[in-house]
């Protein structure tokens, strides 16, 4: 008898029964995939972002409009003191810091050779003045010997020759000793230089003031050749002293002089210094292709607190105004995110929300025309307003509907329901 376990007959029968069955397990599966996809999908909707948003005042108050630039502080008047000969110090009479005057002698050089050649010179002189001498000597013979042969030529006693050798000599004579005056003027000329030349060797002080630098001591060797070396700084007066700062090309349109500044340097921490513009330089500074205008500040410093090389901080006050409506530059920049479904958003909309908005808000921000968002029954609402001057920080605007105390919009951020 055949086993029906193992009929090949049997089995495929058992299947061809199970196969509708299966279908419908599938089936059901399917749907229930389905319902549940919606669900989500329902429930994501019903799930939106809400915008949370942060908001400022505006304000009344003073408005100062400032361009900070850096540089260094230097004397009002610095002179560098240099020696025109050369030779070898013998003594130098000041020090740093001195306080010195006009004409006072700082340094000595050895003066020995110097004055072996003025007294060369003086002899050179007298040489000279000898030689004027012995040119009129000859002169006065030559002449004398002239008038003797024309009272002879009246008398037929002397030839024509001799009286035209004799005028002749006497105009050579006249010519030796206007020669033998000029070697004299040439003499006393060398022996002016030499002399000048020996005062030299004495470094006097062309200002009063005092010594910043002293680069020289006694024993060295000093060499003037093509350029004078530097042998002392001075100042002229530290109670009157210039700020140099090099004002940003963006910057410089609105630095005039007399515009009024203050600045702080670092051995002073916090303390403010007063100072005014009086220069604003055209010339150009290009340092690693940064484009900058050296302007100049005076500042007083009877104090003597500030020193010749601080760097300082200058903040230059271009413009002030008294009682403006101020609102908060973030105001200025805010732009709500727009409100589109997303089958009319683009990738990028739907990546960052507030793509769309950006080159909206640049078109609208082009000029002085501005556009700030105040907060109604929740949602931004717009207003058009002119700005003014700028502090970066707070904004001035110009605008009938808005007034101090208004609050704007000034950031947003999304929260889940």
Not at 11 to 18: A, E, I, S, T, Y
Not at 156 to 168: I, S, T
Not at 192 to 220: F, H, N, Y
Request: proline share 5%; hydrophobic share 40%.
């Amino acid at each position: 008898m055949t086993s029906t376990k193992n009929n090949p007959n049997h089995v495929r029968q058992v299947l061809d029964q199970d196969r509708p069955r299966r279908r419908v397990v599938i089936l059901v599966i399917l749907i229930i995939s389905a319902l549940v996809a919606v669900g989500f999908m329902f429930s994501g909707e019903d799930k939106k972002p809400a915008m949370q948003y942060m908001t400022a005042e505006i304000e009344r108050g003073d408005l100062i409009v400032q361009v900070t630039a850096t540089g260094n502080l230097e004397p009002v008047n610095q002179v560098e003191v240099g020696s025109e000969i050369s030779g070898t110090i013998d003594s130098v009479l000041v020090d740093f810091n001195d306080r010195i005057s006009k004409g006072q002698v700082l340094a000595r050089l050895n003066t020995d050779e110097q004055r072996a050649k003025v007294l060369q010179a003086k002899a050179a002189v007298e040489v000279a003045k000898s030689r004027v001498l012995q040119a009129e000597a000859t002169m006065l013979e030559m002449d004398l010997k002239l008038k003797r042969c024309q009272t002879l030529s009246k008398r037929d006693l002397c030839p024509p020759q001799e009286l035209d050798a004799a005028e002749a000599a006497s105009a050579r004579a006249k010519a030796d000793q206007a020669s033998a005056k000029a070697q004299v003027s040439q003499a006393n000329a060398t022996l002016d230089v030499e002399q000048t030349r020996l005062a030299k060797a004495v470094i006097r002080s062309p200002i009063d003031g005092i010594v910043l630098q002293r680069q020289i001591e006694p024993g060295q060797t000093v060499a003037a050749s093509l350029q004078a070396p530097v042998l002392f700084i001075l100042a002229e007066n530290l109670a009157q002293m210039e700020l140099r700062v090099a004002v940003d090309e963006a910057d410089i349109g609105k630095v005039r002089e007399g515009q009024q500044a203050t600045f702080t340097v670092d051995a002073y921490g916090e303390q403010i210094f007063p100072a005014k513009i009086t220069q604003v330089r055209l010339s150009p500074l290009n340092e690693g292709g940064v484009v900058s205008y050296e302007t100049v500040l005076s500042l007083n410093n009877e104090k003597l607190l500030l020193r010749p090389g601080m760097t300082a901080t200058a903040h230059i006050i271009v413009e002030e105004i008294s009682d403006a409506l101020l609102i908060p530059n973030a105001a200025l920049r805010f732009m709500p995110p727009p409100v589109q479904s997303k089958d009319k958003a683009g990738f990028m909309d739907q990546l960052m929300p507030r793509w769309g908005s950006r080159s909206r808000s640049s078109r609208q921000d082009a000029g002085k025309l501005k556009r700030v968002w105040l907060l109604q029954n929740n949602q931004p609402v717009s207003i058009e307003i002119e700005s003014g001057p700028s502090d970066g920080r707070v904004t001035q605007i110009i605008s009938e509907e808005l007034q101090a105390g208004t609050v704007v919009i000034v950031d947003a951020m999304s929260k889940t329901r």
